[in-house]
């Protein structure tokens, strides 16, 4: 099966998620959301 999308992909597609919600000051339920997912042990840092 071919993949649709590659990591780079993700991994690129995720740092323009988070930019539009580090600006956006009105959701901050996404925020807190996001620093959960990347303070999670299982996160990966490049």
């Not at 993949?3 to 988070?18: L, V």
């Not at 600006?23 to 807190?32: A, G, H, I, Q, T």
Request: proline share 0%.
């Amino acid at each position: 099966m071919e993949e649709k999308f590659t990591d780079t992909d993700i991994e690129e597609a995720y740092k323009k998620f988070k930019t539009y919600f580090y600006y956006d000051n009105s959701n901050l339920f996404m925020r807190r959301k996001i620093a959960e997912f990347e303070t999670n042990e299982n996160f990966k840092k490049n």
